[in-house]
């Protein structure tokens, strides 16, 4: 987990995109610094059978991106002007960043859903992709600074629930 300091707040900006716009930054960069000398070869390189390397962990960054943010974007668009200074979720998003984000004992290792798995070779572009999507992904949090995004809800495209789709609380973050 990258650790960001306090950034300076925008005035009206609410707490929440400032927070996240550091992280977005932070994570460009240390995917910068990270890659910057990899061969592709080097890229690809899993440290164990059915690991991933550090293209694949890109690319899954990536394909989560790309699959959430349409749905997002719609559901921001349809919610009037009310903006909140934090993101507060749901039961659903708190149990998922509990169980899976958040780096504890208690974190649990799933496999990705089919939806979001990285290809086995991933070519040495999955960093432009990768910044196009943290691009993508701060252009919607400035449109959303304006809403209440405690009351965004939108079609999960990953998990759609025997083809009727479930409604969740946008995610406490927007990092891929």
């Known amino acids: ?6 950034v300076p707040q925008e005035r009206g900006t609410p707490a929440w995109s400032v927070r ?7 994570n ?8 910057a000398e990899l061969t592709e070869e080097q890229l690809n390189w899993q440290p164990a059978p059915g690991s991933w390397s ?12 790309e699959a959430y943010l349409p749905p997002i974007s719609v559901a ?18 708190r149990w998922f960043i509990r169980s899976f984000i958040e780096p504890s004992p208690v974190t649990k290792r799933a496999p990705a859903p089919a939806k979001i798995r990285p290809t086995a070779h991933v070519g040495a572009s999955v960093l432009e992709r990768f910044l196009a999507g943290n691009e993508s992904c701060r252009e919607l949090m400035v449109r959303a600074r304006a809403k209440n995004v405690n009351r965004i809800r939108f079609w999960n495209p990953v998990y759609p629930g025997n083809s009727i789709h479930r409604r969740y609380r946008t995610p406490d973050h927007c990092r891929p």
């Open 1 to 6: 987990m990258i650790r960001v300091m306090a």
């Open 20 to 26: 996240l716009a550091a992280d977005l930054d932070a």
């Open 28 to 35: 460009d960069q240390a995917a910068k610094k990270l890659v």
């Open 54 to 65: 550090v293209g694949q962990c890109l690319e899954h960054l990536c394909i989560t991106n």
């Open 76 to 93: 921001v668009n349809e919610q009037p002007d009310s903006p909140v200074e934090q993101i507060t979720p749901g039961w659903f998003g």
